[in-house]
T-cell receptor, first 114, second 114 residues
Framework: AQTVTQSQPEMSVQEAETVTLSCTYDTSESNYYLFWYKQPPSRQMILVIRQEAYKQQNATENRFSVNFQKAAKSFSLKISDSQLGDTAMYFCAFMAYNTDKLIFGTGTRLQVFP | SAVISQKPSRDICQRGTSLTIQCQVDSQVTMMFWYRQQPGQSLTLIATANQGSEATYESGFVIDKFPISRPNLTFSTLTVSNMSPEDSSIYLC???????????FGPGTRLTVT
């Protein structure tokens, strides 16, 4: 069975600074996807970034980038130039190919301070 | 990405009653999913709803407690039956995007059972 672990329950960062959120996972699958979702206080789940396991290049979406280390089963999210609107819960998630079943980590609460 | 709406956005219900949550998508989608997010917790998949077939439930969730309908490719309902305070959660529906891996979520329904 797959598991996703987020070891940082809470993080804080000052506006305009950079912060990295950690995620590790365990799987015996060779083909899978990894995701970061953001859930602000409005509770809307928003897809931040996606990584396909077969791609060595780390995914990037504007200020958001990942450090994907397949051998170490690590998938961290880096947020550059943090903004107040980045304040939210961040969930790391795993999906094996051909399953459509998302397995979520426990989440990291990020607070961005002015 | 798909635009997903849910009704109601929140409700307070009495123990022993049932609540039906609606999920509407602005485009036709094959697969829809229902998740539960208990207070301060991560998301757990309840079931997968495909149009024209019975929903597939995850371990720990049963059809008698969480009956699901999927009458067409843009709509689904989840009923929470014979509610108890332990059912107090946010219930979210999601759909698979055109990329066949991304899932997009509705705004959620916050249910409180007293």
């Amino acid at each position: 069975a797959q598991t996703v672990t987020q070891s940082q329950p809470e993080m804080s960062v000052q506006e305009a600074e950079t912060v990295t959120l950690s995620c590790t996972y365990d799987t015996s699958e060779s083909n899978y996807y990894l995701f970061w979702y953001k859930q602000p206080p409005s509770r809307q789940m928003i897809l931040v970034i996606r990584q396909e396991a077969y791609k060595q290049q780390n995914a990037t979406e504007n200020r958001f980038s990942v450090n994907f280390q397949k051998a170490a089963k690590s998938f961290s999210l880096k947020i550059s130039d943090s903004q107040l609107g980045d304040t939210a819960m961040y969930f790391c998630a795993f999906m094996a190919y051909n399953t459509d079943k998302l397995i979520f980590g426990t989440g990291t609460r990020l607070q961005v301070f002015p | 990405s798909a635009v997903i709406s849910q009704k109601p956005s929140r409700d307070i219900c009495q123990r022993g009653t049932s609540l039906t949550i609606q999920c509407q998508v602005d485009s036709q989608v094959t697969m829809m999913f229902w998740y539960r997010q208990q207070p301060g917790q991560s998301l757990t998949l309840i079931a997968t709803a495909n149009q024209g077939s019975e929903a597939t439930y995850e371990s720990g969730f049963v059809i008698d407690k969480f009956p699901i309908s999927r009458p067409n490719l843009t709509f689904s309902t989840l009923t929470v039956s014979n509610m108890s305070p332990e059912d107090s959660s946010i219930y979210l529906c999601s759909v698979v995007g055109t990329g066949y891996s991304e899932q997009y979520f509705g705004p959620g329904t916050r249910l409180t059972v007293t």
